[in-house]
Antibody, heavy 116, light 108 residues
Framework: QVQLVQSGAEVKKPGASVKVSCKAS????????MHWVRQAPGQGLEWMGW????????NYAQKFQGRVTMTRDTSISTTYMELSRLRSDDTAVYYC?????????WGQGTLVTVSS | DIQMTQSPSSLSASVGDRVTITCQAS??????LNWYQQKPGKAPKLLIY???NLETGVPSRFSGSGSGTDFTFTISSLQPEDIARYYC??????????FGGGTKVEIK
């Protein structure tokens, strides 16, 4: 079945960068976009963007353009989301997701805490 | 950018009650609207796709309707296991996603 396994929790200082990984299995990795969604504590869901694992093409939410970079390594069926210039309000659980469509799955979430 | 306005932000109902959540788009989105359930500490789960289609394995007490700018999500008979937060979500032709603000459903 579809499995998305993310890297572990991170603690970062303001101004630093974080890179979260998401390893996919159970389906054709290059056939479907991977989305990234985040959720601040007690808040709603916020879409960050997607990557096309086949071409490497990306589409970022305007809010994150210039700060987020999504990449992939097809040899290990893994996508990455890097967020730079971290602020305290970037503290959130970050999910990789295939939220709907033919292939559906969510990662377990990665808590990123930004604190001095 | 399209905005999705979801209401109410929270509600309290009794077991067996009919529960309705609405989602309004800032412009016509046809039927490109999904509904998710999220329980504490868990990832969201897709319940309804393309406005009214029940995802496989989802109980039939959940339903969705609407088109254009106004959409409704209904739980026909609220069960204790339905306590969660619910989100509407639009997707556009570039596969960009927009979520509503969420509705917290509690048992009275």
């Amino acid at each position: 079945q579809v499995q998305l396994v993310q890297s572990g929790a991170e603690v970062k200082k303001p101004g630093a960068s974080v890179k979260v990984s998401c390893k996919a299995s159970g389906y054709s990795f290059t056939a479907y976009y991977m989305h990234w969604v985040r959720q601040a504590p007690g808040q709603g869901l916020e879409w960050m963007g997607w990557i096309n694992p086949n071409s490497g093409g990306t589409n970022y939410a305007q809010k994150f353009q210039g700060r987020v970079t999504m990449t992939r390594d097809t040899s290990i069926s893994t996508t990455y989301m890097e967020l730079s210039r971290l602020r305290s309000d970037d503290t959130a659980v970050y999910y990789c997701a295939r939220p709907f469509g033919v292939v559906i799955g969510w990662g377990q979430g990665t808590l990123v805490t930004v604190s001095s | 950018d399209i905005q999705m306005t979801q209401s109410p932000s929270s509600l309290s109902a009794s077991v067996g009650d009919r529960v309705t959540i609405t989602c309004q788009a800032s412009q016509d989105i046809s039927n490109y609207l999904n509904w998710y359930q999220q329980k504490p500490g868990k990832a969201p789960k897709l319940l309804i796709y393309d406005t009214s289609n029940l995802e496989t394995g989802v109980p039939s007490r959940f339903s969705g309707s609407g088109s254009g700018t106004d959409f409704t999500f209904t739980i026909s008979s609220l069960q204790p296991e339905d306590i969660a937060r619910y989100y509407c979500q639009h997707y556009d032709n570039s596969a960009a996603l927009t979520f509503g603000g969420g509705t917290k459903v509690e048992i009275k």
